[in-house]
Each structure stands twice: as C-alpha cells, then as structure tokens.
C-alpha cells in the first residue's frame, strides 16, 4: 500500500448491485451470450469502483460484482462436487437456501477461481490505485461441502480446499497482489467436530509467509442482513490471536460498537479495519455519527494501526443506501483526520 492518509478507509469487499443487474442475472443463462454476460458484469464492475472513487474511498475494491453472495459463482469452478437438493426453496432468504454441495471426487479448481482474473481487471480499470482483492477461506468454503461420498471425513477435504486457496494466493501474489484479503464468517459457527487451534491452523496454512500481504476479515453472516451465528466477537480471542496476517478486518457497527476493548491487546500484534458502517441497517449514517464511532475506536487502537471499514460488504443493500453510506464512512474519517 502507498501513499495512505493517516485512517485510509476501504469497503469489506462486496458492493451494492445495480438494479439492472438483478434483472440481468434473472435471464442471463437463458438470454445471453459469453460476450453479453463479460460486458454486463464489466459495466456493473465499473459502477462500484466509480461509486468509491467518488466517495474518495482510498483502498478500491472491485465490488465482487462477478460473484453471487461473494462465493457462489466460485463453486462453479470447482469440480469434484455436485449440488443438493435444498430443503426449502420459497419464501424470505436464508442460509438453508444456499447452494450445498456433496463432494464426488477430489476436490480442486483446475483452473482457479477466477480471482487472478478479478485482480488484474480491477488494476486495469483503476491504475496506480491502492486495490485489494477479497475471497473466502477454507472454513467458509468447507461450510457448504459434505465431505461424502469421496472422502471419509471432513479433515482430507479440508486438506485439498487449503491447497485450492493456497494456489490462488500464490498465482495472485505472481500477479501482483499486494493486499489480499480472507473473508472467514465461517470462523464464528465453526462445527462441534473442530476446535478453535484447528480452525485457526486452517486459515493460517493459506496465509503463511505472507502476513504483510494478508488480512482476515471476521464477520458473523449477512444473508440479506441476516447474521448466521451469535454475535459476540470475545469468545473468538483465543484464534483470532492465533492468525497468521496482517490486519484483522471487524464487525462493530451493528453490534453497537460493543468489545471496543478487544481490540487493544489484538492492536498489538495487528493492523486494525474496524467496521463503523452498518451495512444491515437501512439507517444512512452521518459524517458525525462515523466520526463518533471512530473516536471510540480509538480509545483501544493507534491511529497509525487503524483503518476505517464497513462492517461487512455492501451486496445486501440497494446502490443509493451503499452509495450513502461510503459518502459517510469517508466524511467521518476526514472529520477524525482533522481532530488528529
């Protein structure tokens, strides 16, 4: 990263979809071409990236706008697995609605998950900018994917999904990847059958040698705003100190700022992206109202450590709601620059 302000502010990942998307996605298997579909999601891509540039934010996503849900399109480009049956299929949205899949033969991505890809895109679209690239880790990936009938357990599918990822994070740091970041709700429900030391050792067998490369973002679920586990981020000390990376990426904003004092001893080992942005709330935050949350934040963590963050991604939200509240994510920390 080069040339950041004191509290640079960046998004979680995921941006908000245009509505046009929405209806493009709906008929896009049936009505278009592989040409049509590229020329789709570049012109939605374009529209995040403007969306931040114009709020001034410092460290530029691409929005995951090729993705669904930041992770699903990813299994189509695994093979080794075949889908499902889901128990319920009408009525609101929800975690029993998402793609689950078997795994039938090993399981691996012979020709990556599209991330290289994603990376060099968004470098193109916005050169010499400070970028990042984000993607979800082993635990959340293994969440979908019963180890059955291939293999017999969860631990050797586990095994070759940390290999999967392991692959990509090297192909995109040969690509030029300086800011590459983990997205692990699946580290909040992590089953019965694992331990906490293990789920750490898992995300860590995918970042090791690179923590100044790395961040781990730690987020409870935002399945249309909707969290997957229960929200309290202190029983989750004991591995998040055990993470090999460079930053820790937080929920607050939407658990009322709650465990700021958490974050003190995690700010000595780590960079801090602490969320102060509600992204599940339909409230449009205020300048002050961010400036606030910021001046809380630091009450635990060295302003040269701390960057200002949503708490999740935007994709739940509609486009003027996210545009809002990146506009006030970057206002309040200016205000918070200034009081520095």
Known sequence: MKNLPI??????????????????????????????????????????????????????SDGELRRQRFVYEMYDRISGIARQERPRKLGVPGYDMAPHFFATEKVCAPEGLGLVQEYEDLARLVPGRNIKIAFPGPLTFASNILPEPHYPSVEPLMDDIIMMLRQEVEALRLAGADFIQIDEPGLTFVPERRSLDEAANCINQVTRGLVEHTAVHVCFGNNASRPSSPRGMRRLMGVMEQLETGMLVLEFANREMAELDILAPLSERYNIAAGVVDVKSFHEESAKDVAVRIREVLRYVPADKL????????????????????EAMVAGARVMREEL
């Open 7 to 60: 509290l640079p502010t960046m998004g979680v990942g995921s941006y908000a979809i245009p509505g046009w998307m929405h209806l493009f996605r709906q008929h896009m298997r049936d009505a278009a071409a592989p040409m049509d579909i590229a020329e789709a999601f570049e012109d939605a891509t374009r529209l995040a990236i403007s969306d931040q540039v114009e709020a001034g934010i410092d460290i530029i």
């Open 307 to 326: 960057t200002v963050t949503a708490d999740c991604g935007f994709s739940a939200i509609p486009r003027w709601l996210a545009r809002s509240k990146t």
